[in-house]
């Protein structure tokens, strides 16, 4: 069975950087193929990709927000990273990490973890 | 990066069949799969359909996906209506010369 779960701040000041954690089981991260992906969605909104990083370390971002994103992983402790810096209120969200599967037409994210609200607000 | 558009909302009565429509703004849809994944109030999104037309193990075979050339769209289709279909639904794809991932804007399905 494979899980994902996300851990991090709920709520953040604006300036102030988010560090958001994906700890996953199931899979591995040293399997080609096969990467961790974020993806947030404001309260009420769509749902928005932001970035996500290959099982070989290369990495995409979105281009709206690849200056403020950088997304890591530690491949034997089963856990991806994210940062986002100069969190604004706009930013608030729920924020979900997803196994992304990179097919050779399109990626895409299966199974989610649950999300995690985080609050931007001084 | 191309767009994702789907209609803002979609109903039916219980039993009856609705299609969702996912229009791509530049680019054949036919370079690159879409999937299709459903998101019930409060809940995270899950996979209905991978691959244009896949459907992954334990989705009911009542959801179906297929996409039009003529219109450069594809479509997600939902028979025999329950209630639980009742969500909301996003087409997603790929772009091809940046590998970046495009969302469309959700459409809500209402079972009426």
């Known amino acids: 069975q494979i899980t994902l779960k996300e851990s991090g701040p709920t709520l953040v000041k604006p300036t102030q950087t988010l560090t958001l954690t994906c700890s996953f089981s199931g899979f591995s991260l040293s399997t080609s193929g096969v990467g961790v992906g974020w993806i947030r969605q404001p309260p009420g909104k769509a749902l928005e990709w932001l970035a996500f990083?290959?099982?070989?370390?290369?990495?995409r971002y979105s281009p709206s927000l690849k200056s403020r994103l950088t997304i890591a992983k530690d491949t034997s402790k089963n856990q991806v990273v994210l940062t986002m810096t100069n969190m604004d209120p706009v930013d608030t969200a729920t924020y979900y990490c997803?196994?992304?599967?990179?097919?050779?037409?399109?990626?895409?994210?299966?199974?989610w973890g649950q999300g995690t609200l985080v609050t931007v607000s001084s | 990066n191309f767009m994702l558009t789907q209609p803002h909302s979609v109903s039916g009565s219980p039993g009856k069949t609705v299609t969702i429509s996912c229009t791509r703004s530049?680019?054949?849809?036919?370079?690159?799969?879409v999937q299709w994944y459903q998101q019930r109030p409060g809940s995270a999104p899950t996979t209905v359909i991978y691959?244009?037309?896949?459907?992954p193990s334990g989705v009911p075979d009542r959801f179906s996906g297929s996409i039009d050339s003529s219109s450069n769209s594809a479509s997600l289709t939902i028979s025999g209506l329950k209630t639980e279909d009742e969500a909301d639904y996003y087409c997603?794809?790929?772009?091809?010369?940046?590998?970046?991932?495009?969302f469309g804007g959700g459409t809500k399905l209402t079972v009426l």
């Open positions: 530049s680019g054949s849809i036919a370079s690159n799969y």
């Open positions: 990083i290959y099982w070989d370390d290369d990495k």
């Open positions: 997803a196994r992304t599967i990179f097919g050779v037409l399109s990626s895409w994210f299966d199974p």
């Open positions: 997603q794809s790929s772009d091809s010369s940046n590998l970046n991932v495009v």
């Open positions: 691959e244009y037309n896949q459907r």
